[in-house]
T-cell receptor
Framework: DVKVTQSSRYLVKRTGEKVFLECVQDMDHENMFWYRQDPGLGLRLIYFSYDVKMKEKGDIPEGYSVSREKKERFSLILESASTNQTSMYLC?????????????FGPGTRLTVT | QKEVEQNSGPLSVPEGAIASLNCTYSDRGSQSFFWYRQYSGKSPELIMSIYSNGDKEDGRFTAQLNKASQYVSLLIRDSQPSDSATYLCAVLDTGNQFYFGTGTSLTVIP
């Protein structure tokens, strides 16, 4: 079974803090993704990566950056946390194989910025 | 802006009935389609993928795809209370980007 893990289930940070969210997958997937999920807005893609050290902006990259130094690990960084970044953050991974890009999600990190 | 549209519901069905969940998408060239189930407070879980026109069955779940109509659906037969969740439709577009619908909330009434 694919396993995607995230470093924290719940996180509370203060405005202006730098926040690191870690994601690790154990299935040798090439693609990794960071989403945020908010009520009524669904899943929105922040960044994705299709290879080590490669990254692509998604729909809402502002205020975020990412790092992928190893194939299995993809980090999301909130440079200076703001209250509008309070959300559920979901990491996912998928193979890069034909068009069977099935994504598998981690358990999520519920981040509250106060 | 690529779009994936779902009826937000809530959809309520009695236990044992068929639940029908629908999804339309705007990118005519999309080739890959997925259904995810998300329980409250949990992350999405992949339940079905479909790539060709027609039906694909997996246990009590059937995915239906009609590319000409840009329409994909999920049928849940013999619905159980444990099927109560939000169902997300996802589409992989021609640019290899995933787009998710906002989900349909399903409640199965015992």
């Amino acid at each position: 079974d694919v396993k995607v893990t995230q470093s924290s289930r719940y996180l509370v940070k203060r405005t202006g803090e730098k926040v690191f969210l870690e994601c690790v997958q154990d299935m040798d997937h090439e693609n990794m993704f960071w989403y945020r999920q908010d009520p009524g807005l669904g899943l929105r893609l922040i960044y994705f990566s299709y290879d080590v050290k490669m990254k692509e902006k998604g729909d809402i990259p502002e205020g975020y950056s990412v790092s992928r130094e190893k194939k299995e690990r993809f980090s999301l960084i909130l440079e200076s946390a703001s209250t509008n970044q309070t959300s559920m953050y979901l990491c996912a991974s998928s193979l890069l194989a034909g068009y069977s890009y099935e994504q598998y999600f981690g358990p999520g990190t519920r981040l509250t910025v106060t | 802006q690529k779009e994936v549209e779902q009826n937000s519901g809530p959809l309520s069905v009695p236990e044992g009935a068929i639940a029908s969940l629908n999804c339309t998408y705007s990118d005519r060239g999309s080739q890959s389609f997925f259904w995810y189930r998300q329980y409250s407070g949990k992350s999405p879980e992949l339940i079905m993928s479909i790539y060709s026109n027609g039906d694909k069955e997996d246990g009590r779940f059937t995915a239906q795809l009609n590319k000409a109509s840009q329409y994909v659906s999920l049928l849940i037969r013999d619905s159980q209370p444990s099927d109560s969740a939000t169902y997300l439709c996802a589409v992989l577009d021609t640019g290899n980007q995933f787009y998710f619908g906002t989900g349909t909330s399903l409640t199965v009434i015992p």
